[in-house]
């Protein structure tokens, strides 16, 4: 089983739709969860964290988090065409740690 | 946050010889790290570049193939030797900076390109 699994896509949404991006994770002991967009040719860029159970929002961004199903999401409400990218979820297990990255969704949002 | 400058940018190289790349930071950090990202993969962890001894490698690199130097704690430098195009690749360098007591964000240099021929 992978450390970090996320469902590859492409995920396609009309433009103004609510896009949902998935993740779980393995180590039941990880402490803190990315959300990163890369476009194509472009290095990731941070959108949200997460490190208690719940929910998280930011502007149309709203990442959940269940630890007990190691499971944590992204919701991306009103989506725009330039919110197409790849959406890396990235798992840290503990301070000092490097960030474990899922394989990334594509997302398609459509005009 | 952080601003870091990786260079170069790309690179198309001879298969067989070496290539340095060089992450500078804007501010002292503790902890960088080198990822590489494979066409159409995610990012996978190369090493942990420690300032004052040994880089830490992961599962599948070494430091014969990856030699990594921290001279300071705003600069690192890998190098990917006798290349091979299976090392072809995007490769990331990537500091944390404390978000708060609890959690760290991570952040990125623009990544090389690079391509072996």
């Known amino acids: 089983q992978k450390e970090v699994e996320q469902n590859s896509g492409p995920l396609s949404v009309p433009e103004g739709a609510i896009a949902s991006l998935n993740c779980t994770y393995s180590?039941?002991?990880?402490?803190?969860f990315f959300w990163y967009r890369q476009y194509s040719g472009k290095s990731p860029e941070l959108i949200m964290f997460?490190?208690?159970?719940g929910d998280k929002e930011d502007g149309r961004f709203t990442a959940q988090l269940n630890k007990a199903s190691q499971y944590v999401s992204l919701l991306i409400r009103d989506s725009q065409p330039s919110d197409s990218a790849t959406y890396l979820c990235?798992?840290?297990?503990?301070?000092?740690?490097?960030?474990?990255f899922g394989k990334g969704t594509t997302l398609s949002v459509s005009s | 946050s952080a601003v870091i400058s990786q260079k170069p940018s790309r690179d198309i190289c001879q298969r067989g010889t070496s290539l340095t790349i060089q992450c500078q930071v804007d501010?002292?950090?503790?902890?960088m790290f080198w990822y590489r990202q494979q066409p159409g993969q995610s990012l996978t962890l190369i090493a942990t570049?420690?300032?004052?001894?040994?880089?830490?490698?992961e599962s599948g690199f070494v430091i014969d193939k990856f030699p990594i130097s921290r001279p300071n704690l705003t600069f690192s430098t890998l190098t990917v030797s006798n290349m091979s195009p299976e090392d072809s690749s995007i490769y990331l360098c990537?500091?944390?900076?404390?978000?708060?007591?609890?959690?760290?964000?991570?952040?990125f240099g623009q990544g090389t390109r690079l391509t072996v021929v």
């Open positions: 990537s500091v944390e900076i404390n978000l708060n007591l609890m959690n760290t964000e991570a952040f």
């Open positions: 180590d039941r002991g990880s402490q803190s």
């Open positions: 997460i490190y208690s159970n």
């Open positions: 990235a798992v840290k297990k503990q301070a000092g740690t490097a960030l474990i």
């Open positions: 501010s002292q950090v503790t902890m």
């Open positions: 570049a420690n300032q004052g001894s040994e880089a830490t490698y």
